[in-house]
């Protein structure tokens, strides 16, 4: 039942893409878009292979990923540790949990020049938005699964002389488990696109900063080939995620 | 075989404790035990029973040092009880607590690290209490796999592998059927007349209250006082003989009409609504 249910998906998912190469590969040709805006698939594909073959891609990409795996690691720590602080009472949960979710209503994009005076237009500035981005859907979801740990899990906990680290690591996280994941998740993704973002707005290097070069210099056909290696990295941090998602035990 | 004397040496002493839940004199100030005064000794079963609502479980938490009494002072040996105490006291709730997210041997090295017992005597605990309950072959088990009366024998296991002195069970068997209840009131009184510890168990069945205990602590409806102690006096571990004597029913009439009126305030008081307990 699910072995065919998957199997259709992937077809219809497998159509959906045929189908936007099918129209970009039309509007191309009949030539009712400007190349500017829109280039030939095949041109595209031979600036893509031109960058690979220069080895272009690595340096930035490079750079890129170290800046978000920073900005995801303190994103998780900060993330988590503070969802456990509030959490230690209903009092503190109730008071900071709708000021982390209020301020994360804010687009916090707005305050990304913000970021470049405090850290500069170098990586580091991108790491602070990237973790400040990320922080919040960690902390909420964190939030969210480590209250609703059954009590009668902790009564028990504390019956048997449970430390807090000990409570904490074996009982209170994999109660909430399923829950934090979701935000770890979402966290990734957040982190993933606000580097982007912020190296394609201000930045000296990185791979938004390419993409936005490309832009600037009117190279269509090299910018979506940058953006075409982003989408492919994107599906292949997301097969890793959901790898990740599906090895843990199902209780 | 093991008689109870009134001349063992205390193991437990109750002083004089209240409980109140909510500011006193506001709407939803609840007065769940009052002044509650008694002594449990050492190797004694003893029932607590008592109309819903009537703070049974207050007291056993009050015991176990998982929440301190508005009032009064609770003894174990010459501890006062400040806190949980999980060297001498063990609880078994009433629904399983065992992890879902571990499998029965991973929750009962849980447990063995949470009460700081020596890593080289896991293995052979955990294999003796699962062996006790005739559970052994569902080690490697997730609790979910398990059916609900599998999965309280189990409970009930890591309670005894603690080797606490004391156990605390609220309800224990409350989830089962009653033929698995009465099985396993059979095994509970063997593993402990075997042991000699030390047990305070909550009941709604006034058979089982009679199988088991050596003193039947009655409460009244809330707020919750002793109405008065029935003793039991038959020698552990007991066969299910003993439910077909005379005795056995003797005490049991007892035991209901002593609830009876009770069960009545209580009605009268909440309208008869049930919370939902496993508290
Ligand atoms: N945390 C709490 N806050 C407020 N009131 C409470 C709380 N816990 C218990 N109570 C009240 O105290 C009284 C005693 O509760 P308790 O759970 O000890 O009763 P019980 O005898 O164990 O009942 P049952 O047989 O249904 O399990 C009840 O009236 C209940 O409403
Ligand atoms: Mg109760």
Same mark, same amino acid.
């Given at each position: 039942?699910?072995?065919? &249910? @998957?199997?259709?998906? #992937?077809?219809?998912?497998?159509?959906?893409?045929?189908? $936007?190469?099918?129209?970009?590969?039309?509007?191309?040709?009949?030539?009712?878009?400007?190349?500017?805006?829109?280039?030939?698939?095949?041109?595209?594909?031979? %600036?893509?292979?031109?960058?690979?073959?220069?080895?272009? *891609?690595?340096? =930035?990409?490079?750079?890129?990923?170290?800046?978000?795996?920073?900005?995801?690691?303190?994103?998780?720590?900060?993330?988590?540790?503070?969802?456990?602080?509030?959490?230690?009472?209903?009092?503190?949960?109730?008071?900071?949990?709708?000021?982390?979710?209020?301020? +994360?209503?804010?687009?916090?994009?707005?305050?990304?020049?913000?970021?470049?005076?405090?850290?500069?237009?170098?990586?580091?500035?991108?790491?602070?938005?990237?973790?400040?981005?990320?922080?919040?859907?960690?902390?909420?979801?964190?939030?969210?699964?480590?209250?609703?740990?059954?009590?009668?899990?902790?009564?028990?906990?504390?019956?048997?002389?449970?430390?807090?680290?000990?409570?904490?690591?074996?009982?209170?996280?994999?109660?909430?488990?399923?829950?934090?994941?979701?935000?770890?998740?979402?966290?990734?993704?957040?982190?993933?696109?606000?580097?982007?973002?912020?190296?394609?707005?201000?930045?000296?290097?990185?791979?938004?900063?390419?993409?936005?070069?490309?832009?600037?210099?009117?190279?269509?056909?090299?910018?979506?080939?940058?953006?075409? +290696?982003?989408?492919?990295?994107?599906?292949?941090?997301?097969?890793?995620?959901?790898?990740?998602?599906?090895?843990?035990?199902?209780? | 075989?093991?008689?109870?004397?009134?001349?063992? =040496?205390?193991?437990?002493?109750?002083?004089?404790?209240?409980?109140?839940?909510?500011?006193?004199? &506001?709407?939803?100030?609840?007065? $769940?035990?009052?002044?509650?005064?008694?002594?449990? #000794?050492?190797?004694?079963?003893?029932?607590?029973?008592?109309?819903?609502?009537?703070?049974?479980?207050?007291?056993?938490?009050?015991?176990?040092?998982?929440?301190?009494?508005?009032?009064?002072?609770?003894?174990?040996?010459?501890?006062?009880?400040?806190?949980?105490?999980?060297?001498?006291?063990?609880?078994?709730?009433?629904?399983?607590?065992?992890?879902?997210?571990?499998?029965?041997?991973?929750?009962?090295?849980?447990?063995? !690290?949470?009460?700081?017992?020596?890593?080289?005597?896991?293995?052979?605990? /955990?294999?003796?209490?699962?062996?006790?309950?005739?559970?052994?072959? +569902?080690?490697?088990?997730?609790?979910?796999?398990?059916?609900?009366?599998?999965?309280?024998?189990?409970?009930? %296991?890591?309670?005894?592998?603690?080797? /606490?002195?004391?156990?605390?069970?609220?309800? =224990?068997?409350?989830?089962?059927?009653?033929? /698995?209840?009465?099985?396993?009131?059979?095994?509970?009184?063997?593993?402990?007349?075997?042991?000699? !510890?030390?047990?305070?168990?909550?009941?709604?069945?006034?058979?089982?209250?009679? *199988?088991?205990?050596?003193?039947?602590?009655?409460?009244?409806?809330?707020?919750?006082?002793? !109405? /008065?102690?029935?003793?039991? @006096?038959?020698?552990?571990?007991?066969?299910?003989?003993?439910?077909?004597?005379?005795? *056995?029913?003797?005490?049991?009439?007892?035991?209901?009409?002593?609830?009876?009126?009770?069960? #009545?305030?209580?009605?009268?008081?909440?309208?008869?609504?049930?919370?939902?307990?496993?508290?």
């Amino acid at each position: 039942m699910l072995e065919t &249910s @998957n199997a259709s998906a #992937r077809i219809v998912q497998i159509a959906f893409l045929a189908i $936007a190469a099918g129209a970009w590969y039309a509007v191309t040709t009949t030539g009712n878009i400007s190349p500017l805006l829109l280039p030939p698939m095949d041109r595209v594909w031979s %600036a893509l292979n031109t960058l690979l073959a220069r080895g272009q *891609f690595w340096p =930035p990409i490079l750079i890129t990923l170290t800046t978000i795996a920073q900005a995801y690691a303190i994103a998780i720590v900060t993330g988590v540790l503070v969802a456990y602080l509030v959490t230690r009472s209903r009092f503190l949960t109730e008071v900071f949990e709708p000021v982390i979710a209020g301020v +994360f209503s804010i687009p916090i994009t707005l305050f990304f020049p913000v970021f470049i005076l405090f850290f500069g237009i170098g990586p580091a500035s991108k790491v602070a938005y990237g973790a400040t981005y990320g922080f919040f859907p960690i902390a909420l979801n964190t939030i969210a699964g480590l209250s609703a740990v059954d009590e009668r899990f902790l009564r028990s906990a504390r019956s048997m002389g449970a430390s807090s680290f000990d409570t904490f690591r074996h009982v209170l996280f994999p109660a909430a488990f399923p829950v934090i994941l979701t935000g770890l998740r979402v966290g990734f993704f957040i982190s993933f696109a606000s580097v982007l973002g912020g190296e394609t707005l201000s930045s000296a290097v990185g791979v938004g900063r390419n993409i936005a070069l490309a832009a600037e210099l009117m190279e269509p056909a090299r910018l979506y080939a940058w953006i075409v +290696f982003v989408i492919l990295t994107a599906i292949v941090l997301n097969t890793i995620v959901s790898q990740i998602e599906n090895r843990r035990r199902d209780y | 075989m093991t008689t109870l004397s009134n001349d063992k =040496p205390t193991a437990i002493s109750i002083r004089n404790v209240s409980q109140r839940y909510g500011e006193a004199g &506001s709407s939803g100030a609840v007065v $769940a035990l009052q002044d509650i005064s008694l002594d449990i #000794r050492q190797g004694e079963f003893l029932c607590l029973l008592g109309p819903s609502g009537c703070g049974k479980s207050t007291l056993l938490n009050i015991v176990g040092g998982l929440f301190s009494a508005t009032e009064g002072q609770v003894k174990v040996g010459d501890k006062i009880v400040k806190g949980p105490l999980p060297a001498d006291i063990s609880f078994v709730f009433q629904e399983s607590t065992l992890y879902p997210w571990y499998t029965i041997r991973e929750n009962f090295d849980v447990a063995f !690290k949470f009460q700081r017992v020596p890593r080289n005597e896991w293995k052979e605990r /955990t294999a003796s209490a699962l062996q006790a309950v005739g559970m052994s072959s +569902f080690i490697d088990h997730f609790p979910n796999q398990l059916s609900v009366g599998m999965r309280q024998r189990v409970n009930l %296991a890591r309670g005894i592998a603690l080797k /606490t002195d004391i156990i605390l069970m609220d309800e =224990p068997f409350a989830a089962l059927d009653e033929q /698995t209840r009465m099985v396993l009131g059979e095994d509970l009184s063997e593993l402990l007349a075997a042991t000699k !510890k030390t047990i305070v168990f909550v009941t709604h069945s006034l058979a089982e209250a009679v *199988f088991l205990s050596d003193r039947i602590v009655v409460m009244t409806a809330r707020p919750g006082r002793i !109405k /008065t102690i029935v003793e039991v @006096n038959e020698p552990h571990p007991r066969s299910p003989d003993f439910m077909l004597q005379p005795r *056995f029913s003797e005490l049991r009439n007892e035991l209901y009409a002593l609830l009876r009126d009770e069960i #009545r305030q209580a009605i009268a008081t909440t309208g008869g609504s049930v919370r939902p307990s496993g508290d």
